[in-house]
């Protein structure tokens, strides 16, 4: 099994007046639940390389950096909390009565109410009216509570904002801009996403499905010889794991005369002459992803530290961003055997009372790795029961097995794409090639459980097969 990391298409557009002005830069916009990233490529170099645009933005009072990520936070201080000169930033809104990025991210999480996180996973949430003013949920009495339409346009409107700031002879309105998303989006969703951009003044976006971006990503990475890597005949999983969502899809690769393979009406297709790619199937929308491993770490924190209490509701948000350091250190290779973690606020001492608590590695496997990433037989099937985390008022997923989740998808879609009876002999669940994409793969373990888990349902596969050749 070859690892790698995806494809498909889904292209909206807006209008742009000078449509007749060849763009210079083609700039592509991931917008993360946890974090937004922006890549260009310069078409004017005689070689076209993908560079980062590193984002400005504020990292302390009045301290302005340029950071390879923009997290995706938006905080609104108290009237008096910062000086105008604390928050101004060199471009854009001289008064904007708000801070986007890290920031937000870092000291958003230790005011109640106040803090704005995980507005991707609200912009697809078809329970609410999504342009309505409910975020942040649970907000403090004096915050003005915008819509996640509106949190989008602000973070697109930040990056534009910086970009023109950075290149101010080639604004962004101007060139060609990609937006990913996930392939599993509705049609609300994609639809709200351009009217964000609109509204940031980014007239014209094409939407790219997140794993055709990871698919195409892949090619370029392997310019050489990725076509020795691709046969038709194959089948490609894109298993994407963001900090909000589990984005399934898989493609099939096939000869490029077999304009009748894929023939499902949602299939859509690349070639390069040789091959032809057919994105067969996409999974079900899963708001399933890294936030759910932070609030399942930082609830497991709190019964440490408390009990069967609850701490503060001013500190857990503190909580939770403590609960993403704990488990990026301790699921990295070079991990800690233990750590110790400390909350100011709820210790003994009425002034500068902290607790502290010491967590291991270990502990942290088991509860993450093991908890969201079990071994399961391939005949697994998710729990319908709401029995996962739910919490700031979003629909996550009832199961949180990412694994059960898998083994369904795999299942269920085996023959998605085959045309003959006899490539339908031939397919197996087990998918030929496997490109990883999102945050969650960050972590070395987690990859390594995903291929463990893999490689157990060949197993299982096999053992069956030699069973029925015995009887």
Partial sequence: ?????????????????????????????????????????????QNWQIRTFAVPQLVAPGLVEARETLPSFHYEPHANELKPAQIRLPFGNQKPGYVVGVYARDFGGKVTGRLVASAKSW????????????????????????????????YLSHI????????????????????????SFDEVARELTVRAAKAADIPKIVLLEEPQAAFYAWVYEHADDWQTLLQPGQKILVCDIGGGTTDLTLIRVCAA???DCAAAEE??????????????????????????????LAHHLEMRLVGQGQIAANLWGQLV?????????????????????????????????????????????????????????LNAKPSRHQS???????????DHAI??????????????????????????????????????????????????????????????????VRE
Avoid at 326 to 344: F, G, Q, W
Avoid at 388 to 398: H, I, Q, S
């Fill in 388 to 398: 996962g985390v739910r919490e700031f008022g979003l629909p996550y997923a009832t």
């Fill in 1 to 45: 099994m070859t690892v790698t990391g995806t494809t498909n298409e889904s292209p909206e557009q807006g209008h742009r007046e000078d449509d007749q002005i060849a763009a210079r830069y083609v700039v592509g916009i991931d917008l993360g639940t946890t974090n937004s990233a922006v890549c260009y490529v310069d078409t004017t170099d």
């Fill in 123 to 154: 912009l697809c949430h078809s329970g609410v009216d999504r342009t309505s003013k409910l975020l942040p949920w649970q907000a403090a009495d004096d915050v003005t509570q915008i819509s996640p339409v509106d949190v989008t346009a602000r």
């Fill in 267 to 296: 299939t859509r297709a690349e070639s390069d002459g040789t091959v032809r790619f057919h994105r067969v199937v996409v999974g079900e929308h899963l708001i399933l992803g890294g936030d759910n491993l932070d609030l399942a």
């Fill in 403 to 468: 694994t059960r989740y898998l083994a369904q998808f795999l299942t269920t879609h085996c023959h998605a794409g085959s045309v003959t009876n006899a490539e339908r002999e031939l397919d197996s669940p087990i998918p030929d090639i496997v490109l990883l994409n999102g945050g969650m793969f960050e972590a070395a373990k987690m990859r390594r459980r995903l291929f463990e888990q893999l490689s157990a349902w060949s197993a299982e596969l096999d053992a069956a097969k030699n069973q029925v």
């Fill in 160 to 183: 534009r904002a910086a970009w023109d700031h950075v290149f101010p002879q080639h604004q962004l309105a101007a060139q060609d801009v990609v937006v990913t998303l996930p392939a």
């Fill in 257 to 259: 005369a077999e304009d």
């Fill in 321 to 377: 961003r403590i609960a993403c350091d704990v488990k990026e250190k301790l699921l990295a290779d070079d991990a800690p055997e233990r750590m110790t973690v400390s909350i100011p606020g709820i210790g003994s001492k009425l002034i500068g009372g902290a607790k502290q608590i010491e967590v291991t590695r270990d502990e942290i496997e088991q509860l993450l790795v093991d908890g969201f990433m079990p071994f399961v037989p």
